[in-house]
Nanobody
Framework: QVQLVESGGGLVQPGGSLRLTCVPS????????MGWYRQAPGKQRELVAT???????NYADSVKGRFTISRDNAKNTVYLQMNSLKPEDTAVYYC???????????????WGQGTQVTVSS
């Protein structure tokens, strides 16, 4: 069973920065698109940013200019650099990826367990 493992969340003051990292729990054959989503208390999960294997990115309007998604294809790792954080960025952040675990397997959608980001003074 493959899991996506997130790290890097925590408590930060407004205006501060955090860097989230996400990597599969074991070796896999191939990863397609990867992304980050977040869910604040009482709200639906929303897209934060996505990135293709070729490096094309897409951002929610609320994070454009502050967050940067990137990936290391050799390490099957995706990152989310979050700068100028605001209290409204407080949420559980989830990693998402389309993965083909084995060469004969099918593409499937995987989610991480989530990492808490709290922006507060």
């Amino acid at each position: 069973q493959v899991q996506l493992v997130e790290s890097g969340g925590g408590l930060v003051q407004p205006g501060g920065s955090l860097r989230l990292t996400c990597v599969p729990s074991r070796s896999i054959f191939r990863i397609n698109a990867m992304g980050w989503y977040r869910q604040a208390p009482g709200k639906q999960r929303e897209l934060v940013a996505t990135i293709t294997t070729g490096g094309s990115t897409n951002y929610a309007d609320s994070v454009k200019g502050r967050f940067t998604i990137s990936r290391d294809n050799a390490k099957n790792t995706v990152y989310l650099q979050m700068n100028s954080l605001k209290p409204e960025d407080t949420a559980v952040y989830y990693c998402n990826a389309e993965i083909r675990v084995t060469i004969t397997g099918m593409w499937s959608d995987y989610w991480g367990q989530g990492t808490q980001v709290t922006v507060s003074s």
